[in-house]
T-cell receptor, first 115, second 113 residues
Framework: EAGVTQSPTHLIKTRGQQVTLRCSPISGHTSVYWYQQALGLGLQFLLWYDEGEERNRGNFPPRFSGRQFPNYSSELNVNALELEDSALYLC??????????????FGDGTRLSIL | AQSVSQHNHHVILSEAASLELGCNYS??????LFWYVQYPGQHLQLLLK????DPLVKGIKGFEAEFIKSKFSFNLRKPSVQWSDTAEYFC???????????WGAGTKLIIKP
């Protein structure tokens, strides 16, 4: 079984630019979650998509957005990049069962560096 | 606000020592609790989970955790650690009020051979 795949693995951008990160969930999983893991911090919840809809959103500004496609893959978009956006962005997937209490399966992440 | 606290950011042990990593959550409602592990160079993976029933749950690689509702705790234990347990351990709680998985900051565990 193929795991969660994310692309690209590394990305370097400058302040003010925009970036798109991609995630393909495990086959059969309908929920996709995005997290930000900054150095020294735990995972901060960004977004949760299921069946193409945004189910929940973490405490991040609107320049963080995303979408989920009919094949359940997902994109995370970050506009007007700031230095503090430098982090590892993790995608996870799970089946949808009564409210997201299924264990999440993680990809390897995209390391975003802002210069 | 709901939160998950892991009190030890770094733990260093010798092989065969016993391990207990603390995890506390702040929420009075229903929670589902998880421990995840990230071995060096690998992605996060589930170690064990608690949804309901027996508060002592067993996971992979000899790990176990005990849910103590009165203490809002879900501590991870292993009676005898191995060098291969060197990893970062994350506690997480799914709280039904906000439909989010809230994560602790993680504990880096180093096992000296």
């Amino acid at each position: 079984e193929a795991g969660v795949t994310q692309s690209p693995t590394h990305l370097i951008k400058t302040r003010g630019q925009q970036v798109t990160l991609r995630c393909s969930p495990i086959s059969g999983h309908t929920s996709v979650y995005w997290y930000q893991q900054a150095l020294g911090l735990g995972l901060q919840f960004l977004l949760w998509y299921d069946e193409g809809e945004e189910r929940n959103r973490g405490n991040f500004p609107p320049r963080f957005s995303g979408r989920q496609f009919p094949n359940y893959s997902s994109e995370l978009n970050v506009n007007a990049l700031e230095l503090e956006d430098s982090a590892l962005y993790l995608c996870a997937s799970s089946p949808w069962v009564t409210g997201g209490n299924q264990p999440q399966h993680f990809g390897d992440g995209t390391r975003l560096s802002i210069l | 606000a709901q939160s998950v606290s892991q009190h030890n950011h770094h733990v260093i042990l010798s092989e065969a020592a016993s391990l207990e990593l603390g995890c506390n959550y702040s929420y009075g409602g229903t929670v589902n609790l998880f421990w995840y592990v990230q071995y060096p160079g690998q992605h996060l993976q589930l170690l064990l989970k608690y949804f309901s029933g027996d508060p002592l749950v067993k996971g992979i690689k000899g790990f176990e955790a005990e849910f103590i509702k009165s203490k809002f705790s879900f501590n991870l234990r292993k009676p005898s650690v191995q060098w291969s347990d060197t990893a970062e351990y994350f506690c997480a709680a799914f709280m039904d009020s906000n439909y989010q998985l809230i994560w602790g900051a993680g504990t880096k565990l180093i096992i000296k051979p």
